[in-house]
């Protein structure tokens, strides 16, 4: 349905492309220009486009789950189609993880197309190879995403209308994951805050990895990747339980 309406597909990528150049611009114009001896002794990538990019396109992509759930979930609300979803012989946890997939796959073919466009507009070496070695800390970040992601669904389905909490939220872990500048920057509370968002962890390692670094290099943010995925699940699913139960016995209201 997104795919039918290319005036809505090309708005999204514009939006896209316009918030990362704007963010790129403004942070070459503060350090000087395109390179910064500090930053890549902060964070190992001294090239602030490629190093803005890398966040930027992971955040976005990290963010889609747990849009799906928020809008996607207002979205059958308001249709009156939630119920009959949830009386069908699915599980609610199937039918909402289809829903986040196939966000998912909606925003990560528009970063595909905003990733290229900033690779050729700063002219950015990437290779095959090197992408394919940053999968893994990718998908493990959207892993752990789409299980925090059930929060929020659970949130809708008690409150119905969570959006601005949502976006106050996407917007937050562009300062808290280090997105556009380094956490170094930020005060010690911040950055151990940090540590609980993927998309630090995964942007970290994808960025060690585009500077011609491995994974061994980056072995605490690794780790610290492999951890939350379980533990973002198990939370996710213990709240969304609560709140399908809940909603169950209060009724689910419509929107």
């Given at each position: ?96 993880f289809g829903l ?14 905003v990733f290229a466009?900033?690779?050729s507009l700063f ?133």
């Amino acid at each position: 349905m997104f795919f039918r309406y290319p005036l809505r597909v090309i708005s999204s990528i514009l939006v896209g492309v316009v918030f990362l150049l704007q963010f790129v611009y403004f942070g070459q114009a503060v350090l000087g220009g395109r390179y910064s001896a500090l930053l890549e002794s902060s964070t190992g990538m001294g090239d602030y486009p490629t190093y803005a990019l890398i966040g930027y396109v992971l955040w976005w992509v990290s963010v889609s789950p747990m849009e799906a759930y928020v809008w996607g979930v207002r979205r059958e609300l308001q249709r009156g189609t939630f119920e009959t979803n949830v009386l069908s012989p699915s599980r609610l946890t199937g039918l909402l993880f289809g829903l986040a997939l196939s966000w998912l796959l909606m925003d990560s073919a528009l970063m595909v197309i905003v990733f290229a466009f900033g690779v050729s507009l700063f002219d950015i070496p990437v290779t095959i190879p090197l992408l394919l070695k940053s999968l893994p800390a990718i998908i493990a970040s959207l892993i752990a995403f789409m299980g925090f992601g059930f929060i929020f669904a659970g949130l809708v389905m008690l409150f119905k209308n969570i959006g601005p909490f949502a976006q106050i939220f996407e917007f937050a872990m562009l300062f808290l994951s280090g997105v556009f500048f380094p956490l170094s920057v930020m005060p010690d509370w911040v950055i151990a805050i940090s540590r609980l968002f993927p998309l630090t962890h995964s942007a970290v390692i994808v960025r060690a990895l585009f500077a011609g670094g491995s994974y061994s290099d980056v072995g605490s943010s690794l780790l610290w990747l492999l951890a939350l995925m379980p533990l973002y699940w198990g939370i996710g699913y213990l709240l969304f339980s609560w709140a399908e139960r809940t909603t169950r016995v209060i009724g689910y209201g419509g929107y």
